[in-house]
């Protein structure tokens, strides 16, 4: 058995005093205490990164442990956990540019998240994957393939290791850019509360896509169920349900917008009935939005954009789910990839991809999260909580 990890000495002296494989992995997973271990996926291709980083955090957010590299792998672009089975999945983004099929790996996560071991790969059936989720029972792994234009459902076995491809849907459209909406470019996949459909954020086509999901085969619907449109040009990327409330939320990368949505019977979704720029009001260029995380406990949303190198703070109204917009700050960077956020909603992160740094910020009583220290790492482009 053969263990990725930066601290090996400890799996080493492990099995030479009889620690073995069994009880390794029935090791709980990480309870709350007063340190977070944070997983880090990057690019690696023609950058400086080696594979997936981690580093622990107090609650408090200060004094952020060093990262360091657990495992080297090719552009571990997009990570999820799995925290009932200690398990990590990682795409292996691949780009349209080789046209070479992208994969999914799967990682136990070890001794709190302080190592990793691989658990296997399967090819994603596309180019580019991108995004990971997981159904509601962590019985389906969903991915889309963004450049081919397919998502992709696999099941997962009782340890949490991946199992059978169970569908492999390919998306139809196009919109109206000239170079980014020929196709159909699907971003983002998330299943619904009753874990009876997923939602697809079609970026190429400018819609959003529900597909019916079989829970107990993981199989999706050839077809669409239904589909949301959206103005040319908007480019849907990713999307957040609120959990308390029937409400979904979708930014879109192109237009630089959110759009508030209603989650009616059966799950069925409202057009928008509500948009609102993420970019700052001075900010008169192509400002390249990227990412979206919702506080549900403090009823705040956080969006980020990459040209501007700033996030947005709303407001979400408990009882109608409307977003008003509150301050704008900087990432403490270039280029937020991605956020993070804790579960408590204490905690926010920002992965600059071109800066190499993620910025750890606390939230306020009142007024912007405030900046409290950054983690070096190379080209960070997803943040995953253990």
Known sequence: MVFLSSRR????????????ASLLKKEPHRMHTSDLRVFVGTYTVDTDSKGIYAFDLNVTGQNAGKAKCL??????????????????????????TTGEEGGLWAYRIHHHGE???????????????????????????????YHSGSILSVRLRDDGSLGQIASHVQLTGSSVHPQ???????????????????LVADLGADQLKVFRLDAESGMLSAMPVMTISFPGGFGPRHLVLNPRRPFLYVIHEIASVVTTHKLL????????????????????????????????????????????????????HSLTGLLTVLDDFPSEGRSPHALGLETSGTLLLAANLQ???VAVFRRKSRGAPAFLESVEIPSPSSIAFF
Do not use: W
């Open 115 to 145: 190592a990793l071991e691989a658990l296997g790969r399967i090819g994603s059936l596309g180019v580019g994957p991108c995004f990971l989720s997981l159904d509601r029972r962590n019985k389906t792994l969903f991915t889309a393939n």
């Open 355 to 357: 800066t190499n740094n």
């Open 180 to 198: 980014r909406q020929r196709s159909s470019h699907p971003h983002a996949i998330v299943v619904t509360p009753d874990n009876q459909h997923v």
């Open 265 to 316: 019977d059966r799950d069925i979704v409202s057009p928008a009935i509500q948009t609102l720029p993420v970019q700052p009001s001075d900010f008169t260029g192509i400002a390249d939005a990227a990412d979206i995380v919702l506080d549900d406990i403090h009823n705040v949303l956080y969006t980020s954009t990459r040209q501007t190198s700033s996030l947005r703070r709303f407001s979400v």
């Open 9 to 20: 000495a400890f799996l080493h002296t492990a099995m030479n005093a009889g620690i073995s």
């Open 71 to 96: 495992v080297r792998q090719k552009n571990p672009s997009y990570l999820s956990i799995n925290a009932a089975r200690n398990t990590l999945y990682a795409v292996e983004e691949s780009f349209g």
